[in-house]
Every structure is written in C-alpha cells, then in structure tokens.
C-alpha cells in the first residue's frame, strides 16, 4: 500500500519535472530523481524527500524550487574541446565559407550553444573563431550561450575551471588562453569570456528563436548532450524549433548518440569524419533542390512517424480596433460590403500567420502580397498595415533584411500610431546594425505606448551595445517595474509567446549583469 502511494508521488513528480524541465525520468531511473530530490529537499527546507514530493505537487512550483529542482537533477559533464572532430568539422568545413559570405553580407555570423553547461563548449567555439584570425579578421561575431541551470552559468561567467575540464585541451589551448592561477585553477583568457552572453534558457519554453532571446537567424547551433535526456516528442519540437532558428544553410551539431533523433525535413545531414552535422537545407529546396546531388549530402533520415504541432513564438497582428463587432441592424450595403471584405482580410491574415507559423515563409509572403495588392487596386483603399508588418516580420525571419525594411517602414507610414509596428521596425535596424535609427524607432514606439514592456527591453539592449550603461540600467529598470505588475504567466505583446516571469528573469540578469 504504502509502495503504491509512494509510486504514485514519483510517477506526478517525473510528470511535473518532464513538463517544467524536459528532463525524462522513467521507473528505471527514478533512483536518480529520488537522490535529486532528497538534496533539493534539504535545500528547500523540507523533513523529508516525501513531503518535499507532496510540497511540490500541492501547490504551484516557485521559481527557487524549480531552480532547486535543475540544480540537482541535470548532468553537468562536460569539457573543452569535447567530441573533438565537431570542433575539426567546425574550423575547416564550415567556418571559412560561413566567414566569407557574412562578409558579403556584412553580417556578424551567430553561434548558439543551446546547453552550455558551465560553458566549456561555447569557450572551445570562441578558441576555434579565434584560430582562423588569419583569414577573418572581423572581430564582431556573436556566441550567445544558454543553460537551464543557473548555477552552471555563474561558473560558466567566471570562466575559471580545474584540471579536469581541460582534460582533452590541447597544448595550444592551454598556453593561447589560459591563465594558470595557483593549483589546478585556470582561467580563460578574458578577451573571450567577453565575447560571450551567457543567459538562462529552458529548450522547454517556447520562447526560440526570437529576437528577444537573441535567438534568430543563428548560423551554427551547438545543442549538444541535452537531447537524450528529452522524450522523443520534446527533442522532435525542440529539434523543429531549432531548425527555425537557424538561418539559411545554417548548421547544427547534436552529440555523437543524438544524430539518429534528428528527422527534421528541413536538416540534411553531412558526414566528416569522426561527426555527423546537420545544415539548414531552406535555401537549397528553393533552388529545387539542386545542390542536393552534392555527394557529401544525404536526404533527411527517415521522417518521424508522429510530428508535433508547431507553436512557433512568432509576431501576431495587433488586434485592430475599426473591425469592431458587427451589428445586427441592416446597415447600407456599401458598408455591408466594407465588413465582409474586412472579414475576408482578417481570415487572409490569419492564413498567413498560420503559415508563418509553420516556417512556410515562401507561401505566407505570396499570401500577403496578394492580401496587399488586392487593397491597392481599389482606388482610395489603403492596404492593411497588418498585413505589411507581418510580411516585414516574415522577412526578417527569412534573413531577407532589406526587404523586411521595406515593409516594416510601409506598415508604419500606414499606421503612424501603431507602437508594435514602430517596434518591428526598430528590430530589424536593429538586425541590420543600425542601432541610433533602432534606438529612435524605440524611443518612438514609447512615446506611443510608454507601457510597452519589450520597446523598453530592447532599447535598454540597444543603448547598451553603444556603450550607455545608465540609460540601458534606466530602461531595464522601466522594463522590471511594469513587469512586475503583470501574472507571471502573462504572455508578453510582441514577444511571440514569452511569459512576464521569463522575462522579468532576462531583465534581472540584465541588470545584475551590469
Ligand atoms: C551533459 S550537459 C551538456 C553540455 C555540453 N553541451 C556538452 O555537450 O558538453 C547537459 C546540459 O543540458 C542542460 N539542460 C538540461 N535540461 C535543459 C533544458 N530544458 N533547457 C536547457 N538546458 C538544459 C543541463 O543543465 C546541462 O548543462
């Protein structure tokens, strides 16, 4: 009896744990949840591993419990140039062609590593750019590093480590950035430690890619050793929101035991030895296909049997506030007219919307121009202002800046009053490195709306990275004291999914990251 009892609390605690953390804890293993948890217990102030089970289950999980929970039950192995041939594929395969066509573009190339741990992976990615100087020269790439454990990345921004992490490190690692600080304490050089942002990020939450999270058009992402750890349904939406996040011709590595659960139509995979990397093939399918007879590419693995409906974060037409609800009084038939056409447009909008949000980008921007043209036809119609920020936004999504220029900056001529699409706009400046015209588009959209938690967030991101460290911390702090107003489990305007309690967190860590 007392088993039974006890196999129940475990089967809702694992149930609890795989839904908040992703962690899969099946009967075999609940010998690991039970050692997690009875020293999250002793933590959290509970008599026992028991009622610590009871206690979470009884009422809603607290922050402080759950980042109790992840600091006991999530694996911290890792090590500096670990699965060795990944770093080879990365130096010779990738990064030359990837440096010279963000050359081109004069795009910053984006890397990601998606379960940094306590960061050894995206340092040996900083040591591997910082070897091909020779050839690129360009100092401003990005490596945006995320863990769920806040722990994990307090060691991971002090970069000091032991003998132990290094234990795959090559001489030249060693001697180009390490700093030997008495017995078994190294630290990594600190030029490199800057170059990374490291930040708390849950592959659970729906909050990627997205602009807010730094989480977009990335060109390498590392989510290496996590998926394993997941049921076959959240690595496949996990796997599917990372396919999102990769730009064109992006690539992705998982670990050696992972490559099997990558069936993603959109990832091809490429052999070199010693590894199996995955590309983004958007870019190739477009071209029908052509490059695909190339003989280091093979076709997607199999396809999943079950595929997970999609709930991409992505921008959502603000509500508009002339289709207010129809009347049933007869109305003249002009306006008649006038309100099934309004009705026709919402339900294009909502097509193309669902369309963006299943990555159908191609068929979402011929949904929209023909939504836009329709308007235009009409003498003294002006087009639906949604209709240009979702294709601007669909544009950005695709990598297409200039484009997505264009028709943020038409949104906001046709609705000047309209903060969300001064905030699109501000974005893709953002994006294109033009952060004063960002900065004024934000300082725009507050003056439209001075509640608009993300125009805040982001302009404190903007000011920063011009080096004005007072105003970001002034608008951070704007930022945190209307977030605090809000439920925690509101989700934020523009943010395409993302709760206040996941943002009050980032604006935090903002803020004590100063
Ligand atoms: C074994 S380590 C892998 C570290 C590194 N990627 C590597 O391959 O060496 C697994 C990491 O996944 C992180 N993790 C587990 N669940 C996660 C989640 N839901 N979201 C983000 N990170 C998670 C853990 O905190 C841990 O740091």
Redesign the pocket.
Known sequence: MAQNIENNLFARLSELIQKK???FFPKERWHDLERGVRAAALELGFEDTTSCIQGLLGSPVTKVQLDTL?AHL??????FL?DESHFNALQHQILPGLFEKCLKKGQAPRFW??????G??PYTIAMIIDRMKPFWTQKDYSILA????SR?LEKARKGIYTNWSLRNAPNWMVEKYFTVHGNNRFEVEKGLQKSIRFTN????DPVYPSAVTHTEQVNVV?C???LM?FNQTLRETVIERLSWALADDGWLFV?PSEAAFVNHPNLGHTRYPGAIIFQKQAAKNKVQGADLDNSSWAAPLPASQEKPRSSLPTWRPMPRPETSPVTKAVRPAETRDRSMELCSTDQMLEKALELVESGKYNEATECLLDLISRADTRAGMTPDSRAMALLARTYANMGKLEEARKWGGKAVEADKLNPGHRYLLATVYEELGDAVKAADLLQASLFLDSRFVLAHFTLGNTVKKQGKSNDARRHFKNALSLLLDLDTDAVIPHSGGMTAGRLTEIVRSMILGD
């Open positions: 953390i992703g962690l992840v999530t694996v911290g192995e890792t090590f670990r590593s998606a379960a940094c741990c306590t050894e992976e995320t863990d769920i454990n994990f990020l849950n592959l659970v590392f290496r050793n996590v750890y670990g």
